[in-house]
C-alpha cells in the first residue's frame, strides 16, 4: 500500500511541475482593451506565468481523446489498400483488431479502459447481440443501471449468452495448470455491435479489461469468442463456453501488443491513483 502511495505522489508531483512550466505563446502582459484594476500589482509571479489547472492536459493522453494501435490481414491490407503488416494477423475471419485506451466517466469517478475493437467476418459461427446494431445503453455506466426490476449487468445478465472474452495464456507453462488455464481471462461485453458494416464484415467494440493483458514478452495474449450458450449447450457446465474448445478465438499479435502495452500498464497505474486519490486506498 504505501510502495503504491508513493508512486501515486510521485505521479501527482510530476504532473503539477509540468503544469507550472510557461506555456510558449501566451503573453505575459495584461489583455489590450481591458480595464485593470491599480489594486491589481502585476508585477507579482502569480500574473506573470501561465494558470494550468494540473489535469487540464490528461497525464497519459495528453490532448488526444484515446491512443489507439491497430493490426491487420493481409485481406484487409489488399481491401482498402494499405501496407502488409509483417506482424499483423493472418488472413482468417478476423481481418482487423485494434486496441484503445481511453479515460472515461464510470460512475462518481474516472478511470482509464482499455477497450478491444475490430471487424470480424459476419458469418463467422459465434454467437452475437441481437439485431443488425446493438450498442450497449451508455446509462450502465453513467448512472449504475437502466431503470428495471432487476439491475442491468451486462456480464452475467443480458449479454451472458453472447459475451466475448479476452486472455492471455504463458507462452512457456511450467506445469500442467498453465498449459490448460490462462494467465487471465475475463469476459469482455460488447459496447457496440454493427452486423453490416460492410457486405461480408461486422464492427465490434469491446469492454476490454487494461488489467487482463499481459506483457508479449511472456505470455500470447488472445481474443474468444463463444460459439455455444453457456451451462446449457456448451461441452462442460463447470466451465464458461468461451473458454471451451469450441469457442473462436485469435491471438492479439504480439507487434501491436508490443506498442500498446506500455500505455496499457500506464493506464492501470493511473487508475489506481484516481481510485487512491478519492478513496485514500487502493481498490481491488
Not at 24 to 47: F, N, Y
Not at 116 to 137: A, E, Q, V, W, Y
Not at 230 to 252: C, L, M, R, T, W
Request: with cysteine; aromatic share 10%.
Amino acid at each position: 500500500m504505501k510502495q503504491r502511495s508513493s508512486v501515486c505522489l510521485m505521479k501527482w508531483l510530476a504532473l503539477m511541475l509540468v503544469s507550472l512550466l510557461p506555456l510558449s505563446g501566451i503573453a505575459a502582459e495584461p489583455v489590450k482593451g481591458v480595464q485593470i484594476s491599480s489594486a491589481i500589482d502585476l508585477t507579482l509571479p502569480i500574473h506573470q506565468k501561465p494558470k494550468l489547472h494540473p489535469e487540464l492536459s490528461d497525464p497519459l493522453l495528453g490532448d488526444q481523446a484515446q491512443i489507439v494501435e491497430w493490426a491487420w490481414s493481409p485481406q484487409y491490407a489488399k481491401r482498402f489498400g494499405l501496407p502488409v503488416q509483417p506482424d499483423g494477423l493472418k488472413d482468417n475471419a478476423l481481418w482487423l483488431v485494434g486496441i484503445k485506451v481511453m479515460r472515461i466517466q464510470d460512475g462518481g469517478y474516472q478511470r482509464y479502459a482499455c477497450r478491444i475493437i475490430g471487424l470480424i467476418d459476419n458469418k463467422t459461427s459465434i454467437l452475437t447481440p441481437p439485431g443488425d446494431r446493438f450498442m450497449r445503453h451508455p446509462a450502465e455506466s453513467w448512472i449504475g443501471g437502466l431503470p428495471k426490476k432487476i439491475p442491468y449487468n451486462s456480464a452475467t445478465g443480458e449479454q451472458n449468452e453472447y459475451v466475448a472474452a479476452q486472455a492471455a495464456w504463458y507462452k512457456q507453462p511450467k506445469n500442467k495448470l498453465e498449459k490448460e488455464r490462462p494467465e487471465t481471462g475475463l469476459g469482455t461485453p460488447y459496447i457496440l455491435f454493427h452486423r453490416f458494416y460492410s457486405n461480408d464484415l461486422a464492427y465490434f467494440e469491446l469492454d476490454g479489461s487494461c488489467g487482463a493483458f499481459r506483457d508479449p514478452a511472456g505470455s500470447r495474449n488472445e481474443l474468444r469468442f463463444p460459439t455455444r450458450i453457456d451451462g446449457k449447450n456448451d461441452e462442460d457446465k463447470q466451465q464458461s463456453a468461451v473458454y471451451e474448445p469450441s469457442a473462436v478465438h485469435f491471438d492479439i499479435p504480439d507487434g501491436l501488443m508490443q506498442k500498446m502495452y506500455p500505455n496499457i500498464r500506464e493506464a492501470e497505474d493511473w487508475t489506481s491513483c484516481f481510485m487512491t486519490r478519492i478513496y485514500g486506498k487502493k481498490l481491488d
